[in-house]
């Protein structure tokens, strides 16, 4: 019986520690992918420095707010620009990015094509 | 054909290192943060400093006038060399100057502006930094001019006797 108690016991302990990762791990997921402006090389979930944590505060008030992840990038590109996102979106800048590794591809493909299949 | 193709591919990927380098080398590769302008000024309430109350966006921006937006803190050096250009731009009665006092305790706030002076109208407290983020700011100073509820300007870093020049052409 004593084991037993114990066992629940645990058991209950480690619930809690679950319930308490899953409330920051949306935060967390999002902070990971903004940029955090003031530091080289960081994320904003990376750094300590004054701005990141801010953005962090700010990050908890908009999911309190009842903001999406989206919602919240969009937030943020339109103070600070698509810099500020890790993952930035197909736009005027970014297009040669987006189409280069295609592009290599097919051309990777054209030639494979000519040199193998068309040569039999 | 195999021995055209070798010439052609060497050609084009040179093509496409060319362009990509053209292309990027021309750019700094120093971060120079945006400066985005014509945003809408957000919609917040907070505490402000010296008055003891709460007030909104709303209640100290007011349309048709021109506002200065200063991040300040006491510990931060820089907003010391520009606190003059601020004075002098106080006396202007066409501009009204807002502060925000960014991460500082208000003890120390209270006491760098009785050793330099108040230009501002109303401070705003911004113990957490929340706020200054919600405005695009970087860290302090920072320096907005706001007309019509729009930021019409932003400078980062502190404001020198150049840019005092400018805001007086602005806001003429």
Redesign the interface.
Known sequence: MKIFKNFVIIFLLMTINNINANENSERNEITKNLRCLICQGQSVYDSDSDFANSMKILVDKKLDEGLSEKEIYIYFKEKYGDWILYDPGLNKNTYLLWLLPILIFLFGGAIIAKSFILKK | ??KK?IPY?II?TFL?IFA?FY?SLKDTNI?T??T?IN?DIPIFSADLLLLNENSNSTEIFELDKFYLLNIWASWCVPCRDEHPILMSLSKNNKLNIIGINY?DNKKNAKSFLDELGNPYEKIIVDK???N?????A??VPETFIIYNNKIIKKYIGPLNNELLLEIQKIIK
Do not use: A, R
């Open positions: 054909m195999k193709l591919s084009f496409i990509v292309k971060y943060p945006e985005k945003n991460k957490n930094g929340t200054s983020i919600e405005w695009g970087f860290g």
